[in-house]
């Protein structure tokens, strides 16, 4: 939300897109959610950039290994520091851009093993949950772009909102976020 907020015109295009697939509509289904492919690009550069988990439960080394020329020993605890790999300017363009349109035409999914995109992990130990969780992602924020229109409250810029976020096991906004919503009625 924050982040649809900053950037107007992500904002108007995605509930563009919600209320152009839902036609008048009360209720939103899962097929509709499946017609709104905008809105699942919203999700994923916004977890892109704010990981909730930014750095994944450690591994342990099973045996002595080589990984892109580094070497590995046995019993080594490894991190993988997702938060820096997804603003990766080697792996992403404009890394600090929240820029829903880069996952349009992209094959990188949360569901095949993108190694870029680490919100849910990688591997056999990846979240199991992340099908679940994107189905309630998706239709919570469907129905609270549908229901409502967004705005910062009068007088905050998009310059004077705080970004910074919680450093812990999972992230959250330091701060909360102050939106102003107006009722929308299909
Ligand atoms: C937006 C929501 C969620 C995010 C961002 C998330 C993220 C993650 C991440 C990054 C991991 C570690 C993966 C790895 O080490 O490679 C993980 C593990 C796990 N998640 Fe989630 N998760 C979410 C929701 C859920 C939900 C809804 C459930 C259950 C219904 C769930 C159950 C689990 C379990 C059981 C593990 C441990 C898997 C293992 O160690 O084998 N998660 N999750």
Not at 7 to 21: F, M
Not at 155 to 162: A, F
């Given at each position: 939300?924050?982040?649809?907020?900053?950037?107007?015109?992500?904002?108007?295009?995605?509930?563009?897109?919600?209320?152009?697939?839902?036609?008048?509509k009360k209720d939103i289904t899962d097929n509709d959610v499946e017609k709104m492919k905008y809105l699942?690009?919203?999700?994923?550069?916004?977890?892109r950039l704010h990981p909730p988990l930014p750095v994944?439960?450690?591994?342990?080394?099973?045996h002595d290994a080589?990984?892109?020329?580094?070497d590995i020993a046995e019993g080594t605890r490894v991190y993988v520091n997702v938060y820096a790999i997804m603003r990766d300017p080697k792996v992403w363009d404009k890394p600090e851009t929240f820029m829903p349109e880069r996952?349009?035409?992209?094959?990188?999914?949360?569901?095949?093993?993108?190694?870029?995109?680490l919100t849910f992990g990688a591997g056999r130990r990846s979240c199991p949950g992340r099908i679940f969780a994107m189905a309630i992602n998706e239709k919570v924020l469907a129905n609270v772009l549908y229901r409502f229109d967004?705005?910062?409250?009068?007088?905050?810029?998009?310059?004077?909102?705080?970004?910074?976020?919680t450093f812990g096991l999972a992230n959250h906004r330091k701060v909360p976020l102050l939106a102003l919503g107006t009722p929308f009625f299909p």
């Open positions: 939300m924050t982040e649809l907020l900053l950037h107007r015109d992500c904002l108007e295009k995605v509930q563009a897109e919600i209320r152009a697939v839902l036609n008048g699942k690009c919203v999700i994923m550069e916004a977890t994944l439960p450690p591994r342990v080394a099973r080589k990984v892109m020329g580094y996952f349009l035409e992209s094959s990188i999914d949360f569901v095949r093993h993108n190694f870029e995109l967004w705005a910062l409250p009068q007088g905050v810029r998009p310059q004077d909102v705080d970004m910074n976020e």
